[in-house]
C-alpha cells in the first residue's frame, strides 16, 4: 500500500508570503496528524483530525497558521504571512480508528516538508 | 504533562559493538512507548512500540528495547552495529487512552563507524 505522501518536499519563501503544505495520508485512515520540527530541537504537535473535524488543535503556534481536511481525505496546512520562525520541517502522519480491541498504535509518518522562510 | 527526554544528542558506536539509545519519559499513568528512526532525507520510520506485557520489545532491522517502569526508562538497543544503521533516532511517548497525538524527544544522532 502507498504510505503517507506530503507535497512540496521543500518550499523556499520569503517573509510575509504565503505557503500551503499538502498531506494525503494512507488510504483508510481516518487519523491525521501534523507535526513540526525546528532545527534541533523536538517534534512538535500541531493539530490531529478524525475525518474532516479538528479533535485537537492545542500544538497550532498562532491563527497564521490554517488547517483544513475536505472530505476526510488529504489535508492541507497553510502558512499566511509566513515569519521566519516558521521554518522547519513539517511532518504528517495518519493512523486508522481502530476498533475495539483492535486499535493501531502507531502512526505512519510521512517523508516531510522543509519550510525555509527567508 | 507528558515529557520524553534523550540525554544525548550524538552517540558514536563502532560497527560491530552493541549500542544503546537511550531514552526516558514522563506520562500519567500507563505509557505508549514508541521509537523511530530517519535516515537521510527520509521521513520517520516506526521502528517499534511497546504498549503491553513483556518488558523486552524486539523491533526492526534487529532493534530492541526494554520498558523499565521504575527508571521510567526505554532504552533502545542493538547488539551489533552496522553502519547503515546511521541514523537520526526518536523516541516518543503517548498517553495510554485515546488517538492522541505523540510526544517526541529531541532525537539522537548515531554515528556508527567501520
Known amino acids: 500500500e502507498a504510505g503517507v505522501t506530503q507535497f512540496p518536499s521543500h518550499s523556499v519563501i520569503e517573509k510575509g508570503q504565503t505557503v500551503t503544505l499538502r498531506c494525503d495520508p494512507i488510504?483508510?485512515?481516518?487519523?491525521l496528524y501534523w507535526y513540526r520540527r525546528v532545527m534541533g530541537k523536538e517534534i512538535k504537535f500541531l493539530l490531529h483530525?478524525?475525518?474532516?473535524?479538528?479533535?485537537?488543535e492545542s500544538g497550532m503556534p498562532n491563527n497564521r497558521f490554517l488547517a483544513e481536511r475536505t472530505g476526510g481525505t488529504y489535508s492541507t496546512l497553510k502558512v499566511q504571512p509566513a515569519e521566519l520562525e516558521d521554518s522547519g520541517v513539517y511532518f504528517c502522519?495518519?493512523?486508522?480508528?481502530?476498533?475495539?480491541?483492535?486499535?493501531?498504535?502507531?502512526?505512519?509518518f510521512g517523508p516531510g516538508t522543509r519550510l525555509t522562510v527567508t | 504533562a507528558q515529557s520524553v527526554a534523550q540525554p544525548e544528542d550524538q552517540v558514536n558506536v563502532a560497527e560491530g559493538n552493541p549500542l544503546t539509545v537511550k531514552c526516558t519519559y514522563s506520562?500519567?499513568?500507563?505509557?505508549?512507548l514508541f521509537w523511530y528512526v530517519q535516515y537521510p532525507n527520509r521521513g520517520l520510520q516506526f521502528l517499534l512500540k511497546?504498549?503491553?506485557?513483556?518488558?523486552l520489545v524486539k523491533g526492526s532491522y534487529g532493534f530492541e528495547a526494554e520498558f523499565n517502569k521504575s527508571q521510567t526508562s526505554f532504552h533502545l538497543k542493538k547488539p551489533s552495529a552496522l553502519v547503515s544503521d546511521s541514523a537520526l533516532y526518536f523516541c516518543?511517548?503517548?498517553?495510554?487512552?485515546?488517538?492522541?497525538?505523540?510526544?517526541f524527544g529531541k532525537g539522537t544522532r548515531l554515528s556508527v563507524i567501520a
Open positions: 502522519a495518519s493512523s486508522p480508528l481502530g476498533t475495539s480491541g483492535r486499535r493501531s498504535y502507531e502512526q505512519y
Open positions: 488510504s483508510g485512515h481516518d487519523n
Open positions: 483530525f478524525v475525518k474532516e473535524s479538528k479533535q485537537d
Open positions: 506520562v500519567s499513568g500507563n505509557p505508549y
Open positions: 511497546y504498549i503491553t506485557g513483556d518488558n
Open positions: 516518543a511517548v503517548r498517553a495510554h487512552s485515546g488517538n492522541t497525538p505523540l510526544v
